[in-house]
């Protein structure tokens, strides 16, 4: 993308700002950000333009031709011109650094999703907001959920990645989406606050900071930590387990609220030698191979995010894989929790999210699984 602007698009319009920021990455582009003072207007011209609105029907088949124009079609994005499926892979990798195959398969994830998904509710007037983050676009499912119930839908995206966002709105409208119906608001963190007051149904992902500042609603659905981890059976073979347990914590360059981020043995005698095979399996991976990882476009970000998991470590831990952070990767680690947790389970690698794939390994007894588990919205256990 050669454009020098990224805009936001409002009232039916792709429209340039005064205020703006840069994306991630050398690639020269800055995003248009929308200040609070203007969403409120246009949350008025909303008001207004909403009875007057054609009925939209045939929701569910205009999204799926919409999924498969995000993922191949040549799209006009505004002043940004035109940009091919190719072109997308490529922006997405020098700003946001997500290699070409997890673009795909992510893209293959959306279609599922919709395909899959049961008959949407009765559609009903109100206004909703998504706001999106920066670590995989696949949340982009929740934009196709309120789009097909809501009369309007709002997407908020992350600063981090908002090109996917962007080429979301671009697919809808090439699709027929009326474009009264949908908005992408690129706003600060402190504007976030002001465009929940401003729409009537939100969805909202982000970490455990982010979901502090978020007073809970019935109207809002929070996609906070997930936290995952994984329960091995006292009696699984070290070798099963680690092909069990490697696609968990590797899959999606670590991305997903659902990596698994703790591994729970129950046999005091078993965690060493399962962290040890698995670390090495992870040393044994390659960025490029069959889970690859994604690239960090923002200076120190790779290094920062690999020395949180140092950071962390207390007397007795130790992390087994071998291989350091690069100025652009944070590579696979494992950590092997010192002791035996019985009656609790604090620690602060467990349950541990970044960016890259990371995962904790103790052992446990009954009482301490259960406090895991607990705040697990995400726990793995192997198929019979």
């Known amino acids: ?21 840069a994306l991630p990455g050398a690639t020269g582009t800055r995003l248009a950000l929308v200040p609070e003072i203007v969403a409120h207007a246009d949350r008025r011209w909303w008001d207004g333009a909403r009875p007057g609105l054609p009925d939209l029907t045939d929701r569910r088949e205009l999204l799926l031709t919409a999924l498969e124009l995000f993922d191949r079609g040549t799209l006009a994005t505004g002043g940004a011109g035109e940009q091919s499926g190719e072109d997308f892979r490529a922006a997405l990798w020098e700003s946001a650094g997500l290699p070409g195959p997890l673009v ?67 697919a809808l409208l090439a699709a027929g989406w009326p474009p009264a119906r949908v908005g992408l608001y690129p706003a ?64 999606d360059s670590g991305r997903f609220c659902s990596n698994v981020r703790t591994i729970v043995c129950t046999r005091p005698d078993a965690a060493e030698a399962l962290a040890v095979a698995l670390a090495a399996a992870l040393d044994g991976l390659a960025p490029d191979g069959p889970f690859p990882l994604a690239a960090f476009r923002e200076p120190g970000a790779a290094r920062s995010a690999a020395r949180s998991v140092r950071d962390r470590l207390r007397p007795g831990d130790r992390l087994l894989t071998r291989r350091a952070a690069t100025d652009t990767l944070a590579l696979p680690q494992l950590a092997l929790l010192d002791g035996h947790f019985t009656h609790s389970a604090t620690h602060p690698l467990i349950g541990h999210e970044v960016p890259f794939p990371f995962a904790a390994v103790l052992s446990a007894g009954p009482d301490a699984v259960a406090a895991i588990t607990a705040e697990s919205l995400f726990v793995h256990r192997p198929a019979k």
């Open 188 to 251: 600060e963190q402190r504007t976030l606050h002001g465009l929940l007051k401003l729409t009537d149904r939100h969805v909202v992902y982000g970490g455990a900071g982010l979901a502090a500042t978020v007073r809970a609603s019935p109207s809002l659905t929070l996609h906070g930590p997930g936290r995952g981890c994984a329960l091995v059976p006292s009696g699984m073979p070290v070798p099963d387990a680690v092909d069990w347990l490697l696609p968990l914590v590797a899959a």
């Open 1 to 21: 993308m050669t454009a020098e602007q990224l805009p936001a698009f409002r009232r039916g319009e792709w429209r340039t700002s005064l205020d703006s920021v």
């Open 104 to 170: 795909d398969r992510w893209c293959e994830m959306l279609r599922a999703g919709l395909l899959k998904r049961r008959e949407a509710p009765a559609p009903d007037g109100q206004l909703a907001l998504v706001a999106l983050p920066g670590n995989t676009f696949t949340c982009l499912t929740s934009v196709c959920d309120q789009a097909e119930r809501s009369a309007g839908v709002w997407l908020r995206p992350s600063r981090r990645e908002p090109l996917s966002a962007a080429r979301l709105v671009a």
